[in-house]
C-alpha cells in the first residue's frame, strides 16, 4: 500500500501546508467518508461545513478558504483543488493487471502483425493480418483488432474491445472495456419493390489522433466513404454514439449517453453535455458547449453555449423558462 507524508503530498502538489499532522496517508476520500490516514479535497465554501465532522487527517483546500485545521491536522492550500486531485489520484494509483508474460500462448496474432517493443497481449486476444502495433501498446485479454490497423506507442486497450479493419489509431490513448470502434454506420433506404429496406454499405474506416481516451462500451462507426475522424486529446465518456462521417476537433469532450449522427462536425474544444444529441451534418464550432439533454439541430457559432430543445442560446433560453413559469401563475 502507498503512503505519504503532508510534506511529500504538499510538495506534490505544489501547495502551502497549514498545520501540523504527523499522520502517514494512505487514501484520498471524500470529506464524508473519510477516516484517519485520509486526505480529502474542499473545493468550494459549501464543502467547508462539512469539515468540522471529518475525520480526515489533511485536507486539501482552494487558497481563500476561511477555516482553520484542527489540532492534529493539516490543510494544504492550493489555487486548484481539482488539478491538485488529479495530481494525488495519479500519485494512489495503483498497480496495472499483471501480465505473466508479455505474449500469452491463447492469443492469436498473425504472422503478418509488426509488433513493436515491449508489447503485451493478453489471453484470447486476436490480432488481424497486417496489423501494426507501436512500442509498448498494450492489450488486455478478450481483445479483437482485425485486418491492417495501425495503433501508436504506449496505447492501452481494455478487454471486450473490437477495433475493425484499416482503422488507424495515435499515442498514447487509452479504450476502455468493450469500446466499438470500425463498426458499420447506420444507413438504410427503402428498397425499389417497397417490401423492405436496402443496407448502404460502409466503407470507408476510423482515424484517431493521440491521448484520445474513449470510455466503456462507446461506440464510433467508420465512415461511408472517407473517414470518421478524432482529433488528438478527445475524450469520450461511456456510453457515447459517434455516427459515420464525423469529425471532431481537437480536445472535444463528449460526456455519457451523448451522440453524434453521421457527418457531424465539431471545432476545437467543443464540449457536448451528457444525453445531448446532435443532428446529422450539423456544425458546432470551437469553443462552442452543449448541456446535458439538448437537442442540436443547426449549425453552433464559435464559443457559444446552447441548452434545450431545440437547442439555443443559454441565456435566451432562461429567458424563455423565466416566462413560461410567470405564465404558469397567472
Known amino acids: 500500500m502507498k503512503s505519504f507524508s503532508v510534506e511529500e503530498i504538499t510538495s506534490l502538489v505544489k501547495g502551502e501546508q497549514i498545520g501540523v499532522c504527523n499522520d ?13 490516514g485520509n486526505v480529502t479535497f474542499i473545493g468550494n465554501s459549501k464543502y467547508a461545513r462539512l469539515w468540522e465532522n471529518s475525520n480526515a487527517s489533511i485536507a486539501i483546500v482552494y487558497d481563500g478558504i476561511k477555516i482553520e485545521p484542527e489540532k492534529g491536522k493539516a490543510f494544504i492550500k492550493v489555487k486548484n483543488p481539482d488539478l491538485a486531485m488529479a495530481v494525488l489520484l495519479e500519485a494512489f494509483e495503483p498497480e496495472s493487471p499483471y501480465f505473466e508474460t508479455d505474449i500469452h ?20 486476444s486476436y490480432v488481424g493480418k497486417n496489423v501494426v502495433l507501436g512500442d509498448n501498446v498494450i492489450i488486455y485479454p478478450n481483445v479483437s483488432i482485425f485486418d491492417d490497423t495501425t495503433i501508436g506507442n504506449e496505447t492501452v486497450i481494455w478487454s471486450g474491445t473490437v477495433i475493425r479493419e ?48 474513449i470510455g466503456a462500451n462507446s461506440c464510433v462507426d467508420r465512415g ?11 475524450k469520450i465518456d461511456n456510453l457515447v454514439q459517434i455516427g459515420h462521417n464525423s469529425v471532431l476537433g481537437r480536445c472535444c469532450i ?17 464540449i457536448i453535455g451528457g444525453s445531448a444529441s446532435i443532428k446529422d451534418h450539423v456544425t458546432i464550432h470551437s469553443g462552442a458547449k452543449v448541456g446535458a439533454g439538448s437537442g442540436v439541430i443547426a449549425d453552433i457559432e464559435a464559443g457559444k453555449s446552447v441548452v434545450g430543445y431545440p437547442a ?19
Open 254 to 270: 463528449m460526456a455519457g449517453h451523448s451522440g453524434l449522427a453521421g457527418s457531424v462536425t465539431l471545432g476545437d474544444g467543443v
Open 224 to 234: 461511408k466513404f472517407s473517414s470518421t475522424i478524432l482529433g488528438d486529446g478527445c
Open 24 to 36: 502517514k496517508i494512505h487514501a484520498p476520500e471524500q470529506i464524508e467518508n473519510a477516516i484517519k
Open 105 to 124: 500462448p491463447t492469443a492469436v496474432i498473425d504472422k503478418t502483425v509488426k509488433l513493436g517493443k515491449g508489447c503485451k497481449v493478453g489471453a484470447n
Open 166 to 213: 484499416r482503422t488507424k489509431i495515435g499515442s498514447h490513448c487509452i479504450f476502455h472495456v468493450n469500446v466499438s470502434i470500425g463498426a458499420d454506420g447506420f444507413g438504410y433506404r427503402p428498397s425499389p419493390d417497397g417490401r423492405g429496406l436496402v443496407k448502404i454499405i460502409h466503407i470507408g474506416n476510423v482515424v484517431i489522433g493521440n491521448a484520445v481516451e
Open 312 to 330: 439555443c442560446d443559454s441565456r435566451e433560453k432562461m429567458k424563455q423558462w423565466v416566462a413560461l413559469r410567470k405564465l404558469g401563475r397567472s
